[in-house]
């Protein structure tokens, strides 16, 4: 009976995902969406950076781009940060100004508990290469600047217990990094940082000389995330042309989170011809059905960044919200809902309570 019983598991088929993943397309390719987030429908996103001192863009705009929009001349940017704060003030001052001292991450868990969220994605790094842990790459980070914490940590130190899976968003380009490549028709990479009314080059605080952007700085930091803070899901942004190692990068995610017994997820934006597990519509909407799942993003109001120019009656009403949620929903998708937390690491009330609200209706729904 024993040996007939072990002749039997030996000839079960094996699951595909049993195999380590290779570096190829074909071996990526096999990766499935894990059923929780098939399930989740409600994630939370979390954009927050130093541009959250200034926390400025016309309603309409992004607020998070403070730096790319004057450093592209945009006269709205300008003009206010020249009436402001004047033509000695860089971005990096920012930087230096951000001091998040009402940062509470238990707060932050228990609303995006309490407004029925699964899942919440934190930008640990955006296009201004403020990375939000104590990576080694870089000097640029909360943690040597700006709060002098370790956020993705603190956050993950309590997610948990709150019922909540930990996604990190990750900008695999940055705007001014001194090694970076210049891609999208010089969109990104190419052009250091400079004041931009005197037109004098400024320093890219917290630098650390390196050969290689991807080699030496993009992988290193992202294997850090998932080294030292298993996320359940990582969401890249502008994985453009040849900027990246996303099939290595994915299928060393992919092997270690199969050895931890985690089922995990990946984008669409970690590069061109990478295989991923769901799509991301930006501030729009699928308009059928899809079978393959998707996620669809957008803040409260016009930006993902806190956005002082933003007023209640700029944000979606919570009517507006669970009908935008439940037309999603019927469509296999999930809503990453975001909320832009101000300087000093509060969220502003409306935006707190429309995910409340949202949380309240869905407890009956």
């Not at 940055?174 to 210049?182: G, Q, T, V």
């Not at 400079?194 to 650390?208: H, S």
């Not at 060393?252 to 991301?280: E, I, K, L, S």
């Not at 007023?311 to 919200?321: G, N, Q, V």
């Amino acid at each position: 009976m024993k040996l007939a019983l072990a002749l039997l598991l030996t000839l079960q088929p094996v699951p595909a995902t049993a195999a380590p993943y290779e570096p190829t397309y074909e071996s990526l390719a096999r990766h499935q969406v894990p059923q929780w987030f098939e399930d989740a429908k409600l994630g939370i996103f979390v954009t927050w950076n130093a541009s959250s001192v200034p926390a400025y863009a016309p309603v309409g705009k992004y607020a998070e781009w403070y730096w790319k929009r004057l450093q592209d001349g945009v006269g709205d940017w300008r003009q206010h940060h020249l009436d402001t704060y004047g033509q000695n003030v860089v971005y990096d001052d920012f930087l230096k100004q951000w001091k998040a001292e009402k940062f509470d991450p238990r707060s932050w868990l228990e609303l995006f508990r309490d407004g029925g969220a699964k899942y919440y994605t934190l930008v640990t790094k955006h296009h201004d290469g403020v990375a939000l842990w104590d990576t080694r790459t870089t000097d640029r980070n909360t943690v040597k600047y700006g709060p002098h914490r370790d956020i993705v940590k603190e956050l993950a130190q309590y997610d948990r217990s709150y019922g909540l899976k930990r996604g990190y968003y990750y900008s695999m380009p940055e705007w001014f990094h001194p090694n970076m490549p210049k891609i999208g028709g010089g969109w990104f990479g190419g052009t250091p940082p400079k004041n931009w009314f005197t037109g004098e080059d400024v320093p890219y605080t917290g630098y650390k000389p390196i050969g290689d952007y991807v080699r030496d700085h993009q992988y290193p930091q992202l294997k850090e995330l998932i080294d030292q803070y298993s996320p359940d899901l990582i969401w890249c942004d502008i994985g453009l042309g040849n900027v990246n190692d996303s099939t290595h990068l994915n299928a060393y995610y992919f092997n270690r989170a199969a050895a931890r017994g985690q089922d995990v997820a990946v984008n669409n934006r970690c590069g061109t011809n990478v295989p991923y597990d769901f799509t991301t519509p930006e501030y729009s909407v699928e308009p059928d059905i899809k079978t393959a799942k998707w996620e669809a993003s957008r803040g409260i109001g016009f930006s993902y960044g806190s956005n002082a120019q933003e007023k209640p009656e700029d944000y979606l009403t919570a009517d507006a919200l669970i009908d935008s949620f439940v037309d999603i929903v019927s469509k296999n998708g999930n809503l990453l809902l975001n909320v832009g937390p101000k300087a000093d690491g509060t969220i502003d009330a409306t935006q707190a309570q429309r995910v409340r609200e949202l949380g309240a209706w869905l407890k009956v729904n």
